[in-house]
């Protein structure tokens, strides 16, 4: 069969909402193995690079994944925890008190669950179970506030690809972004004043965002824009004047031209220019994970240490803070208005069955 039924479908089963958070993903494990098979899926995908097809299949294939699982899986056993991966976890913890606050405020009616753009749970195995939960509307809302199409874009990809397999496709509704939206400001705005206010403030406040080819930016791509205006639209929150904070671009891949100014060559110069305390923050992240506990905690934090700075802050990511949890729901509330007013008449969906000899 081409397209995927429901075998356990009924008449009288209630349309659901369903709301949809995604991630990037993380391995299994912090091992070879199953970073081979998450840096293949990851760097696979034609969003992420966009590289002739044949010749990266030989770069990916032939250098890459023969190389960089090993190192990255010992990157990722310095933030495993008990838990498991910081990112999964974070996300698990989202998606619970997301659901609780959702369904005390729409009922039952509301499904929520996450997926993983690479990785595990996949988008197209969540999507069927919500499908088969009775979801016929889904609102996706990828935790990327700050478009970019290797993100967001590709996140679409994932969804559309699930649902055209799909005989009863659901409603859908997908939130691009949401880097301007005021509660987001505001949560990360508290965040920060949260760190101040146990830490005092830095000499200098550093938003450092995950980096992207610069050809990207060139060929249309707004990430690097929305980057600028939510670290411009915190800053006003915070107060700050402009020479108060830096915004830079971090984890850089591959031999050309990143989004600059790049993250540990901005600290570097920080350290020589005689700034001797710094507080790194990373809007972009909605979860701490490798790039931010990792890369910003421990390894830029050395950069700016061994090059003459005094002190080095990390701030948290919003994760599954209370407020954060608050302006999600307040992105999603405009997609949500119809949760609590289903127009469905069950019984006569059953009659229409039953005259079709299709009752069941």
């Known amino acids: 069969m081409k397209y995927q039924g429901n075998s356990a479908f009924s008449h009288v089963q209630a349309d659901k909402v369903g709301v949809l958070i995604t991630n990037l993903g ?3 494990a912090p091992q070879k193995k199953q970073l081979k098979a998450y840096l293949k899926e990851f760097l696979s995908d034609p969003r992420v690079v966009e590289v002739p097809k044949f010749i990266w299949w030989f770069i990916l294939n032939l250098v890459i994944l023969n190389i960089r699982p090993s190192r990255s899986a010992k990157a990722y056993r310095t933030v495993w925890t008990e838990r498991g991966s910081p990112l999964m976890y974070h996300t698990q913890d989202q998606t619970t008190a997301l659901r609780k606050q959702l369904q005390k405020a729409y009922g039952d009616n509301i499904v929520v669950e996450f997926a993983m753009r690479y990785g595990s749970p996949s988008v197209d195995s969540v999507i069927d179970n919500m499908l088969q939960l009775g979801v016929r509307k ?3 809302l990828p935790l990327y506030p700050q478009y970019c199409a290797s993100t967001t874009a590709s996140t679409f990809d ?3 690809a699930s649902l055209t397999k799909k005989r009863w496709m659901p409603e859908l509704q997908f939130i691009t972004h949401y880097h301007d939206h005021p509660d987001y400001i505001q949560t990360v705005a508290d965040k920060i ?5 146990k830490n005092g403030q830095a000499e200098k406040l550093i938003f450092s965002y995950h980096g992207i080819p610069k050809r990207y930016l060139t060929n249309g791509d707004p990430y690097h824009c929305e980057c600028y205006k939510s670290s411009r639209l915190i800053a006003e929150n915070l107060g700050l004047e402009k020479d108060a904070y830096f915004v830079s671009f971090q984890s850089r891949f591959g031999r050309e031209e990143w989004l600059k100014p790049y993250t540990d060559h901005s600290l570097k110069q920080f350290a020589a220019d005689g700034i001797k305390s710094v507080q790194v ?3 972009g992240f909605s979860s701490d994970c490798l790039e931010t506990i990792e890369e910003i905690g421990v390894e830029n934090r050395d950069y700016f240490i061994n090059a003459g700075g005094e002190s080095y802050q990390y701030i948290e990511a919003l994760n599954a803070d209370a407020n954060h949890i608050n302006a999600l729901s307040q992105i999603l509330k405009p997609y949500l208005a119809s ?9 006569e969906r059953l009659e229409r069955a039953k005259s079709l000899g299709a009752e069941k």
């Open 158 to 160: 994932a969804v559309a």
């Open 26 to 28: 993380t391995p299994d």
């Open 138 to 140: 889904l609102v996706v």
């Open 339 to 347: 949760a609590t007013n289903s127009t469905v008449n069950l019984n």
């Open 193 to 197: 004043r949260q760190h101040w206010d």
């Open 281 to 283: 923050v990373c809007p």
